[in-house]
């Protein structure tokens, strides 16, 4: 039986906060030491291990929901999908009903610390093309004929720190950009970026949520600058959309 009111608590991803740091230090140093430095701040995200908290509390929260653990993917060999302008894409987090063969849930975790004029139009890019590719696909009958649509969420941790919160003059050469970019922070534009991918339903749910790496062991450990972003909402969505 799925219990429908899991209590799910407020600073839910705390201990996923504390794993992202201790992992991003733990890789980088483990570079240094082999002497295999990546240009810029690569050396601390090439591992790929600093999300594995989040998808951890995730696959619990499933799990105590009465999800069946057969039907929660996060090991990279079976989060592999077909797409419609790709053969196939690996997603970080699925949930597929193996009986009914229905793809229910798919999520993308992404994270950014430091570098972020380099890195916002990639990430963003990235993710309005995986969604694009993802609800094509869908359309053409890839994940079978006349399916419930899946459930796409977008989890994104950035690093709260000035270089993140100050603002940023756009360039204008042409034309005016939209009002709410003008001197808009790189905080301000994945908030922005992810409330508009969710209101123009390339994204079912999402969450943005901000962390100082300076305030780690403190409680909460982390900020949600935007309600309809939030960590307990976006894992509620997910609970119900799994059952």
């Known amino acids: 039986m799925i219990e429908h009111s899991l209590k799910i608590p407020e600073d839910v991803f705390a201990d996923a906060i504390r794993g992202f740091w201790d992992t991003r230090i733990a890789q980088l140093q483990a570079q240094l030491l082999a002497g295999k430095v990546d240009q810029g701040n690569r050396s601390a995200v090439t591992g790929g291990k600093q999300m594995d908290g989040f998808i951890l509390t995730i696959t619990n929260l499933l799990l105590a929901a009465g999800v069946p653990q057969q039907h929660i993917h996060v090991k990279k060999s079976l989060t592999v999908i077909p797409g419609f302008f790709r053969p196939t894409k690996n997603y970080d987090f699925l949930v597929i009903d193996a009986q009914k063969r229905q793809l229910k849930i798919i999520i993308e975790l992404k994270s950014q610390v430091g570098s972020f004029g380099n890195n916002f139009n990639n990430r963003t890019e990235e993710a309005m ?104 909402s976006f894992l509620q969505q997910i609970i119900r959309h799994a059952m």
């Open 129 to 232: 093309g995986s969604a694009l590719d993802i609800w094509t696909a869908y359309r053409e009958g890839v994940f079978g004929e006349a399916p419930p649509p899946p459930w796409i969420g977008y989890l994104f941790v950035l690093e709260d720190c000035s270089p993140s919160r100050t603002s940023v003059q756009v360039a204008e050469p042409h034309f005016t950009v939209l009002p709410e970019f003008q001197g808009a922070s790189y905080a301000k534009r994945y908030e922005l970026f992810c409330q508009k991918m969710v209101r123009e339903r390339h994204f079912t749910g999402a969450c943005f949520l901000l962390t100082d790496r300076n305030q780690v062991m403190c409680t909460p450990n982390y900020t949600e600058p935007c309600n309809n972003l939030g960590a307990v």
